[in-house]
């Protein structure tokens, strides 16, 4: 008996998490929470509710408004609660990231530094926007910095991931790459429409229609783009699997894209969660193109060494 034990293999120590697998995990939680926080930032636009709370940061002068909750105060104080735990968990990247500086890759001492910067100014921004009275161009520029905080995150989440390269994407970094950017414009420019209520200005009072035809015509490049970076990988031999997931979902939410925009257009915005999923999708479409990019980029600089 003493023997069968003594003879059993012994338990396998369980693998200890590494700085770069704690970074990683944390930035991945922050890039989903800022997706959230664009989406609820939608559900607060579209619901009317971007005043709901009168005085910033706190809402009717407490952190938690009990007396005056309702839908609309809810969704602007669930807001700004999302976006300072995303601020928080900004500055406990940035002490991780110095603290473990000896065994992480030397440029997320820069990264790290940059997520807090971003949050700090889309805090400002959303304050702007309250103090501001929802100003068109500060609201724009709101999501614009939003979505370059998300991209950011992405972009350091991907590079902490391991990868295998195979040296097959060609001019697809580029593609990816320019596709991305054609998306983030149409993305600012479907802000811009949306702070300034531009569908409604067009079909009520014939205003604003250069801003809406704008993002109509800007559908163009942008699904050509992405339609290019999907054709390539489909067409291209012994790509990363990594790679062609990401084009595959970058061709999902193209199509979900282009339907809820049409949806959108021909309900005149009256039905708020399309609105919001037609930008939830837009800035999960842009994400999937920056990740594809971001891998793209480093299957050429490994392939290249």
């Known amino acids: 008996m003493a023997n069968s034990v003594l003879n059993q293999p012994a338990a396998q120590p369980q693998a200890e998490w590494q700085p770069r697998d704690i970074i990683r995990s944390l930035v ?4 989903i929470a800022t997706w959230l926080l664009m989406a609820v930032g939608s559900a607060t636009r579209v619901m009317n509710a971007g005043l709901a709370c009168p005085d910033w940061p706190l809402c009717y002068g407490e ?3 009990a007396a005056q909750m309702n839908l609309q105060v809810f969704l602007e104080w669930f807001h700004r609660l999302d976006a300072a735990l995303i601020g928080l968990s900004a500055i406990a990247l940035t002490a991780l990231s110095w603290w473990y500086r000896n065994r992480l890759p030397g440029w997320l001492a820069i990264a790290s530094p940059l997520t807090l910067f ?7 921004l959303g304050a702007l926007t309250v103090t501001q009275l929802l100003r068109f161009d500060i609201v724009t520029a709101h999501l614009g910095m939003a979505l370059i905080f998300f991209i950011t995150l992405v972009a350091i989440g991907l590079m902490l991931t391991p990868y295998q390269a195979t040296g097959t994407v060609g001019k697809l970094p580029w593609l990816a790459s320019i596709a991305a950017l054609l998306i983030y414009l149409q993305s600012l420019l479907g802000a811009l429409v949306g702070s300034q209520w531009a569908l409604h200005q067009c079909f009520g009072a014939s205003e604003l229609c250069g801003v809406m035809n704008s993002h ?9 783009g992405t339609l290019a970076v999907i054709a390539i990988a489909w ?3 012994a790509l990363n699997a990594t790679l062609r997931k990401l084009a595959n979902w970058a061709g999902l939410c193209l199509i979900a894209q282009l339907l809820l925009g049409v949806a ?8 708020e969660p399309l609105t919001v999923a037609h930008q939830a999708v ?7 193109l920056v990740a594809f990019s971001v891998l793209a980029w480093r299957d050429r600089a490994i392939s290249a060494n």
Not at 28 to 31: E, G, N, Q, V
Not at 118 to 123: A, D, E, K, N
Not at 264 to 271: P, S
Not at 282 to 288: D, E, F, H, P, Y
């Open 235 to 237: 067409r291209t031999p």
């Open 28 to 31: 991945w939680k922050m890039a």
């Open 63 to 65: 952190l938690v408004p």
């Open 118 to 124: 971003l949050i700090v100014s889309q805090g400002i």
């Open 216 to 224: 109509i015509m800007g559908i163009v490049p942008a699904t050509v």
């Open 264 to 271: 959108t257009f021909r309900l005149h915005l009256q039905v």
């Open 282 to 288: 837009g800035a999960a479409l842009l994400g999937t």
